[in-house]
Structure formats: C-alpha cells, structure tokens
C-alpha cells in the first residue's frame, strides 16, 4: 500500500490522500476536495483513481466530487446513512465492510459517529496498520460536533473504538491542526512534557511533509486519551467546579471537548 498525503494548503487546511495498489496502480481518493492536485499526483505516480471515499458529508470534504467523477469515472464511497446529504454515492458502507484497492490493498470500514452521525473511518490490513481518520480523529486532537454530531457519540468512539486499535497505527487526519491542537495539550496539562517537545517540533513545520503520528504518540500528547491524568482533572476541575471528585472518563471527555469549543 502507497499513501500520498495532500495538502490543500487552503484556509481550512485540509489533507485530501490517495491510497494506491503497488502492483496495479488503482488508487482511492479520500476526502478530495481539491480535485486539481489528487489528479495531478495521480498522473505523476501513474495511478488511476477508481474510487472516492467521503468519511463524512461536509463540503470541505465532498466538494471535489463531481469533479473526479467526471475525470476519472470512478465509484463514489461514503457512509450508508450519508446518501441524502452526499448525491451520488455508489456504495454504501457499514462498520466492518472492506474496501478493496487493486490486487493487494484492504481497508476495513469503521462506523465513527461524533462529529457528524454519519462517520466513517477505513483502517488499513497492513503489517503497519493506518487509521483515515477524517474529523474524527486529529493529530493530538479530536473532531467538534457543531454540524450534525454529538460528543456522546464521539467519545463512544474514542473510548470503545480508536483507543483499542494497534498502538502502532499511523494517524492521517482530514485536517492539519496539530499546533492549535497541542496549545490545547498544554493549556489542560501544562506538565505534558512531551506535547511540550512535539509543539517545538511541529510549530514550523511544512503541511507538504507533516508529521505522521502513531496512536501510541497520540494517547501521550492528545487530551482526548488522557482522561485519567490527575492534571488534566485538576484543571478541568476550575473550569467545572462542581466536577465530581473521581469523575468518569465520558464526564472527562465530554467537559473538554465543551471547552475546546470555546478555545
């Protein structure tokens, strides 16, 4: 399996990726909202797009549909419930349906409502598992659920789904916010030594060559994981002073996900 990550460098700075085949060439589009570039990398590397995947219905991630359609003819993927809101769709997916890419490549779909309830994130059957994880899941952060979610479905599939994959997964998110998202880090645990190290080392760096995080990277510098730091419940405890003395990891959740609402 080959990864292309895409970077948009638009306002809402997206990553758009294609997954491809070694031995065919055939690649799945995600997410391709800027058609022009997925369609320019696919020429260079000599791919042919057979399929798109939508792992939610916002525009900043079907917007480039109809255009690679139209260049490439290639069948439009997305959520089963997502068809109302995603026209087009070819095929719809369910929790543990498996895409097929070419000869070699498998991705398992996963059901992820939170930030829309129409979710999916596809994990690769690789010896090096990687999670497209759309607005679901971001590089030490997690998706808001303003347009279509809800936070107890979002922690559902932290808590129940990602925090329970391979630690050795690679993240690739539908977003670069891994600056703002680690700020966040620090602002609830300002003793997180490593999301102190990891924001000097992304503060700067070029979306065209990211940073790839593991979910192992993740559960030490992402306040979504870290529900059990005595820290991150003490400052949680002065925005919430009514917060319970053990608070549950939903409660947890749930109160930070209300904060980074507003951050």
């Not at 399996?1 to 085949?21: D, H, K």
């Not at 065919?24 to 058609?35: K, N, Q, R, T």
């Not at 599939?157 to 670069?176: C, I, S």
Request: glycine share 8%; proline share 5%.
């Amino acid at each position: 399996m080959i990864v292309e990550q895409i970077w948009t460098a638009n306002s809402y700075r997206n990553f758009n990726y294609l997954i491809a085949c070694p031995e065919s060439g055939e690649a799945l589009a995600v997410d391709p909202l800027d058609h022009e570039k997925c369609l320019a990398v696919a020429k260079q590397r000599g791919w042919s797009v057979t399929q798109i995947l939508n792992t939610h219905e916002h525009g900043d991630h079907t917007g480039g549909n109809r255009a690679m359609v139209a260049a490439t003819g290639a069948k439009l993927l997305a959520h089963k419930n997502a068809g109302q809101r995603i026209p087009g769709v070819d095929r719809g997916l369910g929790a543990g349906d498996v895409i097929k890419i070419g000869k070699t490549v498998e991705l398992e779909v996963l059901d992820t409502p939170g930030h829309t309830m129409s979710h999916v994130c596809v994990l690769s059957h690789t010896d090096t598992p990687a999670l497209f994880c759309g607005d679901t899941l971001f590089n030490a952060g997690a998706g808001n659920c303003h347009n279509g979610g809800h936070p107890n479905e979002l922690y559902q599939t932290f808590a129940n789904q990602l925090a329970k994959l391979p630690d050795t997964t690679l993240v690739y998110p539908g977003h670069d916010y891994i600056s703002n998202n680690l700020g966040f880090t620090l602002s609830r645990e300002p003793d997180n030594k490593t999301a102190q190290r990891m924001l000097g080392q992304v503060r700067d760096q070029d979306p065209k060559h990211a940073l790839v995080t593991t979910l192992a990277l993740e559960k030490q510098i992402n306040t979504f994981f870290r529900l059990h730091s005595p820290t991150v419940i003490g400052k949680l405890r002065e925005a919430f002073p009514d917060l319970p003395e053990n608070p549950d990891e939903k409660t947890v959740f749930i109160k930070l996900r209300e904060l980074r609402n507003s951050w």
